[in-house]
């Protein structure tokens, strides 16, 4: 026959059981409660966001298109100066012939990239290759150099692809 004394002790067995099952019940609720609250304030933020962000002007579905052409030219601008950065010193040491053709050439490389831009089509390669048939025209550039100025420029612009305008 079976002791007494392990019927209570079952019972408290159970018991302490059923409170720990509880326990972790509203622990887990709480956990839930506390997921929700998080991605509330995270939704929130977000929407907070978007309201502050500033929307194009529409005008009965066409953009305004001296809008479209400032923020065309201010992309320019910024890809110019990605462009010219730390080449202060070698520009200045180019004849001023070399520098006339060199500066016109890299409008012409800012206005393709921008254009590439744009229509969606710009990959790294393509900024590269165009960065490097500009930087080519400085004489007796080291290639290596040639190639690294060319893939930093192109990580930059497109990291920065969408300018303020």
Request: net charge positive; no cysteine; charged share 35%.
């Amino acid at each position: 026959m079976k002791n007494s004394g392990e019927n209570p002790t079952s019972a408290e067995n159970f018991g302490l059981e059923k409170t720990r099952l509880n326990a972790e019940k509203e622990n887990r609720a709480e956990k839930g409660l506390e997921v929700t609250k998080a991605r509330e304030k995270v939704l929130k933020e977000i929407e907070e966001l978007r309201v502050a962000a500033p929307r194009p002007v529409w005008n009965g579905g066409l953009v305004d298109i001296s809008n479209l052409q400032k923020a065309k030219r201010a992309r320019q601008k910024e890809i110019e100066k990605i462009m010219e950065e730390n080449l202060e010193q070698i520009y200045l040491g180019l004849p001023p012939e070399k520098q006339i053709s060199f500066m016109a050439a890299g409008e012409k490389t800012a206005i393709e990239i921008s254009t590439l831009l744009d229509k969606g089509k710009a990959t790294l390669k393509i900024i590269i290759d165009l960065l490097k048939k500009w930087l080519s025209l400085i004489p007796g550039v080291n290639k290596y150099f040639l190639e690294q100025e060319a893939k930093i420029k192109a990580d930059k612009i497109l990291e920065n692809r969408y300018f303020e305008g």
